[in-house]
């Protein structure tokens, strides 16, 4: 029984969890610190590890204009999309220069 209420504790965490992924410029990590705190601020907790997502909800602030960067994005979309599909994340948000390029 109580690995049971463990697990939905572990759940409750996770539910009030945003992972921020950042990639290109400084100014996207600026952009990202702003965000984190806003959300810090409103009770969130805010990871920034895309290698360990821990969330229900994701943000990649992308980049439009640094090739690397650019592709870097696409696949991380790509990559956080196939997670929402298969039911690992419940909300995902797109954010920076290559979703306002779109």
């Known amino acids: 029984m109580s690995s049971w209420i463990h697990y939905l504790e572990q759940r409750k965490n996770e539910k009030n969890t945003i992972d921020i992924i950042t990639l290109g410029c400084s100014k996207n990590l600026v952009d990202s610190e702003k965000l984190m705190k806003q ?11 895309s290698e360990r997502p821990q969330g229900e ?4 602030n992308t980049c439009g204009f640094i ?9 991380m979309i790509l990559e956080f999309c196939q997670a929402k599909e298969e039911g690992k994340l419940r909300k995902l948000y797109v954010m920076g220069c290559l979703s306002n390029a779109i």
Not at 39 to 49: F, R, W
Not at 57 to 60: E, P, Q, T
């Open 57 to 60: 909800i994701a943000v990649i």
């Open 67 to 75: 090739g690397d960067a650019k592709e870097e994005s696409v696949n």
């Open 39 to 49: 959300l810090e601020a409103n009770g969130y907790k805010v990871t920034h590890d």
